[in-house]
């Protein structure tokens, strides 16, 4: 069994990274937003021209942005969204509505201080976790049906 897991959400730490080593010897392909921040809020200006307005310079890069992520979770088999500490991820927020509208296997990936905020989203998830190390665990258990340990 091969999958296809997109990894969303906030793009401060190292988490993907974390999540692609500990699942490298698994049948698992990983897909993600742009996590170049600078990269990711300009991409719309600095392909289709500058704009005065801030507004519109963030809906072009939203614009751009989009078509990247709607691939990736349309064609993933499970959609993994991390929420961090530092920001209100409220792009990460969508992408899980999204993947739950679109019947995707969700795995929500947050500390435990978010649990009352993210309730809703939580509800949503086929799985809750606080740790990149249980998101390898669970992509293990999936694909070999093997306990950690």
């Not at 999540?19 to 490298?24: D, K, L, P, S, V």
């Not at 990983?30 to 921040?37: E, G, I, K, Q, R």
């Not at 939203?62 to 993933?76: D, P, S, W």
Request: net charge negative; hydrophobic share 45%; glycine share 8%.
């Amino acid at each position: 069994m091969h999958l296809s897991v997109y990894l969303s959400g906030e793009i401060h730490t190292d988490w993907r990274d974390e999540i692609a080593q500990g699942a490298a010897d698994l049948p698992v392909s990983f897909t993600a937003p742009v996590t170049d921040h600078a990269a990711s809020d300009d991409c719309g200006v600095a392909i289709l021209g500058a704009e005065s307005d801030k507004f519109w310079h963030d809906r072009k890069g939203a614009g751009l942005n989009a078509i990247r992520t709607r691939k990736g979770i349309e064609e993933a088999d499970i959609v993994v969204v991390r929420f961090g500490e530092k920001y209100k991820q409220w792009n990460a927020a969508f992408d899980a509505g999204y993947a739950a509208a679109l019947g995707k296997s969700l795995i929500i990936m947050h500390g435990s201080d978010h649990a009352h905020a993210l309730k809703e989203v939580d509800a949503a998830a086929n799985a809750v976790c606080e740790t990149p190390q249980q998101v390898v665990d669970m992509l293990r258990y999936v694909i070999a049906g093997t306990l950690p340990g």
